[in-house]
């Protein structure tokens, strides 16, 4: 057990550029979670995959964020265009799945967009 | 929808005091309830959790009792450490909701020596 990884660990852009992250999950886990975090505040609820099906997508979150999870296997989180707004910790999350699931988180992405 | 309220913090103890972080929550069906910590520097893991109503979840001298007829699950410690300092975070996962995890504000803990 690696544990969940992400990558980038930090990433500064300029507004209006896109970017990317990476998740990659526990290799068992068919769950995959990707939450969104300011300061002083919990994580909040981004989309989550079950395998390679997205099952959910925030109605918070605009067209400008996009997520895959192409074999059931690691997890892509794009957003284009960024905006001054889109500054947080994104955390990625993994488990088995079900009512008594346990999360594991990785130790996020911090963007920081000028 | 689903939601968790949190007390505000920073609560401030010192050592050895008695800890209580309130919570309490909303949701269509029945949920799991969860306490997750998130120490410095670290990312968010698992505290203690309950699945039904009456449940008492404990871990590392903490406990926390699903009510359901208060839709609460307060976190309590006997006596806190310094290392017990870190932001603790109440949540639910709801069969209704599709058993996404929902999260609390999350609240900040410092314990003094």
């Known amino acids: 057990d690696t544990g969940v990884s992400q990558n980038p660990r930090h990433k500064i852009t300029k507004r209006g550029q896109n970017v990317t992250f990476r998740c990659d999950p526990i290799?068992?886990?068919?769950?995959l979670y990707w939450y969104r975090q300011t300061l002083g505040q919990g994580p909040e609820f981004l989309t989550y995959f079950q395998n390679e099906a997205q099952l959910e997508k925030s109605r918070l979150l605009s067209d400008r964020f996009s997520a895959e999870r192409p074999k059931g296997s690691f997890s892509t989180l794009e957003i284009q265009r960024t905006e001054q707004g889109d500054s947080a910790m994104y955390l990625c999350?993994?488990?088995?799945?079900?009512?008594?699931?346990?999360?594991?988180f990785g130790s996020g992405t911090q963007l920081s967009v000028l | 929808g689903d939601s968790v309220t949190q007390m505000e913090g920073p609560v401030t103890l010192s050592e050895e005091a008695f800890l209580t972080i309130n919570c309490t929550y909303t949701a269509t069906g029945y949920p799991s309830l969860f306490w997750y910590v998130q120490y410095p520097g670290e990312g968010l893991q698992l505290l203690l959790k309950a699945t039904k109503a009456d449940d008492k979840g404990s871990n590392k001298g903490f406990e926390a009792t699903y009510r359901k007829e208060t839709t609460s699950f307060h976190l309590e410690k006997g006596s806190v450490q310094v290392s017990d300092s870190a932001v603790y975070f109440c949540a639910l996962s709801d069969p209704t909701g599709g058993f996404k995890t929902i999260f609390g504000a999350g609240t900040r803990l410092f314990v003094k020596a």
């Open positions: 999350a993994s488990s088995t799945g079900g009512l008594n699931e346990k999360l594991f």
């Open positions: 290799s068992e886990h068919n769950r």
